[in-house]
């Protein structure tokens, strides 16, 4: 079984910042792809940042400059660093993997989800 598992999340006023983690743990042989997903009241799941397991990252253009996505391989963690957070970052953010298991079976998981709100 693979679990992913997300901590991080609250609440800020705008221009505040807030990191977000998830650890990934289970039958893992490899991990592909890592991502962060959000999704607010009444809109669809939208693509935050993706990050490959050679570093390379991609991001949404609404989060661009103010949000940093890293991970750590050995611990299997992806980290979303969230800077000058504005009222409309409010979504649950889920975290996203590709993962590979020792079964030789590819599947992407997903986290419970962690929830950001923006407070004035």
């Known amino acids: 079984q693979v679990q992913l598992v997300e901590s991080g999340g609250g609440l800020v006023q705008p221009g505040g910042s807030l990191s977000l983690s998830c650890a990934a743990s289970?039958?893992?042989?490899?991990?592909?792809?890592m991502g962060w997903y959000r999704q607010a009241p009444g809109k669809q799941r939208e693509l935050v940042a993706t990050?490959?397991?050679?570093?390379?990252?991609n991001y949404a253009d609404s989060v661009k400059g103010r949000f940093t996505i890293s991970r750590d391989n050995a611990k299997k963690t992806v980290y979303l660093q969230m800077n000058s957070l504005k009222p409309e970052d409010t979504a649950v953010y889920y975290c996203?993997?590709?993962?590979?298991?020792?079964?030789?079976?590819?599947?992407?998981?997903w986290g419970q989800g962690t929830q950001v709100t923006l407070s004035a």
């Open positions: 996203n993997a590709q993962i590979l298991t020792f079964a030789y079976r590819i599947s992407d998981y």
């Open positions: 289970g039958s893992i042989r490899s991990i592909n792809d």
């Open positions: 990050i490959t397991s050679g570093g390379t990252t």
